[in-house]
């Protein structure tokens, strides 16, 4: 028999400059107790909390593309606390094949398309970030 699932032990940062989809999706999580998601308003202050805390995962927006792609490229390259191989999702209005071949080589494992459903990212943090009984059955 498996311990009762804690999700506040995993920890997703989401870097959202948009207010209401960044405490929507923060909420949401919280009230479904899928995982704790933290919240940073800029890539600048997403890159201060990687630098200081420990992700097992991050949401990412690509509202400013090349500084979030940098971001992504350091975290790849261990720059962080976390682990270099964390499940990574962005979020983006639109996407080119160029884009989606550098998301690809960044082994990002999920793209949002906005505007999305609630119910698209709680299906992608519960594919990204699943619970540890699922894991264990």
């Known amino acids: 028999m498996s311990a009762p699932v804690d999700a506040t032990r995993i920890h997703v940062l989401l870097i959202e400059s948009d207010g209401l989809v960044r405490s929507t ?6 009230e479904l107790d899928i995982v704790r998601m933290h919240q940073a308003t800029n890539l600048a202050m997403g890159e201060q909390w990687l630098q200081t805390s420990k992700a097992d995962g991050l949401m990412l927006s690509l509202a400013d ?14 720059d962080f606390r976390c682990e270099a191989s964390i499940p990574v999702a962005v979020m983006a209005p639109s996407c080119d094949a160029a884009m989606l071949k550098r998301l690809k080589e960044l082994d990002v ?12 990212v709680i299906q992608t943090v519960e ?11």
Do not use: H, M, T
């Not at 594919?127 to 059955?137: R, T, Y």
């Open 25 to 30: 999706v923060a909420s949401v999580c919280r």
């Open 65 to 78: 593309p090349d500084a979030a792609l940098g971001l992504l490229g350091r975290l790849r390259g261990g």
């Open 109 to 120: 494992r999920r793209f949002l398309l906005q505007p999305f459903k609630l119910r698209d």
């Open 127 to 137: 594919q990204l970030w699943p619970a540890v009984e699922k894991i264990a059955a």
